[in-house]
């Protein structure tokens, strides 16, 4: 009896066990999939279609990946993976085996244990929706886990940590709702910056975006410009996309300018 419990504990265990150890490169069956292909580094990063990293773990034959604040759900069978959440769903992606995809799996110990801490904040944000779990407020439990899983090694944690402090410095959440506010420069809070070189410091290049976006936040945008052209260079997808909203944002204000000051400019020859 003690045996077979021995071996039915072992076998939960193991049937249960969180991995990112999956690796190679996954291309859509489809022309018509959102997503043309899916390549992992066996390490818990996923480069989406080449326009952003994202991170993923594997439960059994469930695959999760996280391309940002939404979530793509996989059932993995063989060398394919089936689609099974919004934006993925009805489309398979098979893997190309000849096709080469560094490795960068090198302490597969020390990967299985982000993964699971990535399985961690998987199931805090099954709790509830993105909204309502800012809604907790500061000091909440949601806060406090997101704290944990960052001082943890989760990456993906500490710039979701980042985002509910620079929310907090803004405001609160009824910031969100107040489209009459104006962005006014301000000196950057120290401890949301440490907060996303933590992230920096982890290898997570998605960082330089999120760094980008708080500087634009507080209207620095010659230091957003520049966290976002270093995280280009490096490599961040997102960064890339970033910099273009900016450019165009840049671009509104300047004509915005333009337009204020046309009418000034007539008033003032009327007058004359």
Same mark, same amino acid.
């Given at each position: ?16 066990k969180?991995?990112?150890a ?21 390490n ?9 990293? !994202? ?8 695959l ?21 959440s919004d ?28 993964a699971?801490?990535?399985y ?6 099954? !709790? ?12 909440s ?29 803004? !405001? ?28 920096i ?5 998605n ?51 333009k ?14």
């Open positions: 009896m003690v045996l077979s419990l021995i071996m039915v504990s072992s076998f939960t265990l193991s049937a249960q969180i991995t990112n999956l690796h190679g490169y996954f291309k859509a069956s489809s022309d018509t999939a959102m997503y043309e292909y899916f390549t992992f580094d066996g818990g990063r996923v480069d989406i279609t080449g326009i952003g990293n !994202g991170y993923y773990f594997q439960k059994d034959d469930s999760i990946v996280y391309p940002d604040k939404s979530i793509f759900k996989f059932i993995i069978k063989g060398n394919k993976l089936y689609g099974a934006w993925v769903d009805g489309y398979v992606w098979e893997k190309v085996k000849d096709t080469t995809v560094e490795s960068l799996r090198t302490d597969p110990g020390e990967s299985d244990r982000i699971g801490l990535l961690q904040y998987y199931n805090i944000k099954k !709790g509830g929706s993105e909204l309502s779990l800012l809604f907790e407020g500061p000091d439990t949601y806060e406090h886990t997101l704290k944990n899983l960052c001082d943890s090694g989760l990456s993906k944690a500490c710039l979701d940590y980042a985002g509910l402090k620079t929310l907090e410095d803004m !405001g609160g959440v009824t910031a969100l709702f107040n489209s009459k506010k104006q962005i006014k420069k301000r000196a950057p809070n120290q401890e949301i910056v440490d907060i996303i070189y933590r992230a410091d982890l290898g997570d290049t960082g330089y975006e999120v760094l980008g976006g708080y500087y634009a936040s507080i209207g620095n945008l010659q230091m957003a410009r520049e966290s976002f052209e270093l995280g280009e260079e490096l490599g961040c997808g997102k960064c890339s996309m970033a910099l273009f909203s900016l450019g165009l944002e840049e671009e509104a204000r300047k004509l915005e300018a337009n204020k000051t046309a009418p000034a400019k007539k008033s003032a020859a009327k007058t004359k």
